[in-house]
């Protein structure tokens, strides 16, 4: 029985709004082992910019998002995940984002990172 339990876990999936380079194929082939298939879709009310994070050691800038005041939009994709994915998701990016759930222009809700 607990085996059946845990194998329907491995099979949900949870639905990810990524707006950087995740987006990426060679990126996606690397962090999961696979390319993911996607859907594009945006994010409205928010805007994208670019921080520095600290726990990176390269100094590079990478994409983070705001509200907006001019209810702007984001483009992303949208991908569905394992669980376990999802976590590998977050491992990559890092501990400087917070996951949330937030609703999409399709209507779709998602996973999405913020800045912490």
Known sequence: MEKKQLDFNIRIREKLFP???LQDKKVQRSVF???LHSAA???SGYEKYRIRIQDKTSGNFYPA???SVNNK???GTVFQ???EELATADRYEGNSYLRIKLKLESGVKACVWLVK
């Open 41 to 43: 879709d945006k994010l």
């Open 73 to 75: 939009m984001v483009p």
């Open 65 to 67: 998002i705001q509200l």
């Open 81 to 83: 995940l394992t669980k």
């Open 33 to 35: 082992g696979r390319q």
């Open 19 to 21: 707006y950087g380079t």
